[in-house]
């Protein structure tokens, strides 16, 4: 298929004088009308404002990944408390510190370094208290397979942290204009690259199709350009914008030479990618560490060729559905349609390996509920049941403002470095909660905003502490609980073993996350529990997670 944007090729570039620009001053101002360009979407949504949005961008991000299972469960840990925590007042450097760390940095692409590069940077380092260590974390299980796709194509292995700049290397985030996944392709351009979009698939929130699909993206605009900087610009825009600027500067060809004449949000772009490269080599030197995402380093597929339902996985294999969403966050209602295509499912390795020995057991799984015609729904909704934490990413709930039954209300004023996913936690209620009471729809939140949120009237007391505590007493308060709920009391329990007792939401795989070093699997192991035993847990119940 003829891909469309690649007419663009012939487009004359204008090539009246102009007056050289100076890339740091306002654009010149022009009809929007005639600035717009349907003839290539751009691939991300675009923001009003270089600058003046940026905090909420980040807010964005790390509300998004705060959302993600593995994330949420893998802040809980006592090791990455005590990193989180550790992290004092933010590190800043002169401007020749900075520029001589671009510089060191092995590239292809021009790192420049001025007055917008170093806005960017410093407010990644101030903004950067969770989301820094975050994605490093999540770098060391994504950034492997983006490398290896970029180096087939021939692509500069530094363009990965686009996937920073795009979505906080979150597969699931979906921008205001309905960009999607790492890369944030729009449903057109995805489709122009092959990406399938369906009612129960969509690729481009396949880390690997999508970024295959990237890869030939990039690498068709450089074949246009021949000049990576311009490839950026033209990613974030459409090619159509940025020749646009390129005729308005007189036929140059450079980014900081055209950067007067280029979409507000585009001229911010380059300068918060070039920011990324950076932050990405210098975290250590401003007091961050990656935490650990507790993602399965080792990981593989297998392919199906029936229709299959992750409940059906889940209950033969006693792998949570939260944790199959993260792994395969392409399919937008848990079901496989293998029966049309074969399809990919990705598992933790050792997963894999019970998937081929126990195939046909797992098809069977209730597979007459799981599929049942739509008066059974209610059913399969039930054993499926979504978690807070990833329901935002299938069908969005209905917003219910209404205040629980025995509860009190209090006001938390917000402080620097919140997020609605801070203080959902902190409170022990759902963020979607959060925003209905305070009748929120986006992820914006400012530094004095008062939120309202309801807490048991039981435990009203211990709630009051947290609008006055710092961030890390809070974090080492949700800790602290992990810890308390699992010295259950009994007589009968083994004094040589740590017990933990179920709470609603829980799996055996976000309980193994509380604790470092121990599996799932671990836990039934100790408890001796089948399968069966695992679909059998109930709330309040007491289990073994391991000697002391």
Known sequence: MKKIFLTLL??????ASAQEPDPMAPAPEYNDDEAADTTFAPLVSNTPSELATEESQVNDGIDSLMSLWYVKNSLNTAENSRTIESEGTPVFFSDSIYEAALKKIPTTFPLVYNQKVKDWIEMYIRRGKMLIPTILGLSKYYFPRIEEVLDQYGIPLELKYLTVVESALNPRAVSRAGATGLWQFMYGTG???DLQVTTLVDERRDPDKETIAAARLLKDMYAMYGDWALVIAAYNCGPGNVNKAIRRSGGKTDFWEIYPWLPKETRGYVPAFISVNYIM????????QPIDVSMPVYSDTVMITNKLHFGQVSGVLGISIDELRELNPQYKKDIIPGDIKPSALRLPADFSVRFAAQEKEIYAYQDSIFFAPVNAQAYVKQATTRTSTSSRYYEPEPCDNSVPAGTSKLVYTVKQGDTFGFIANWYDVS????KCWNNVSGNRINVGQKITVYVPTKRLNSYKNVDNMTFEQKQSMK???IVQTSKAAGKD???????YTIRKGDNLSSIAAHYPGISDKDIMTINGFTANDVRRLQIGQVIKIRKK
Do not use: R
């Open 191 to 193: 489709k122009m690259y």
């Open 281 to 288: 080599n210098n975290y250590a030197a401003h007091g961050y």
């Open 431 to 434: 963020v979607s909660k959060v």
């Open 10 to 15: 012939s487009i004359g570039i204008g090539v």
């Open 479 to 481: 800790s602290n609980q």
């Open 493 to 499: 329990l083994d004094p040589k073993f740590e017990y």
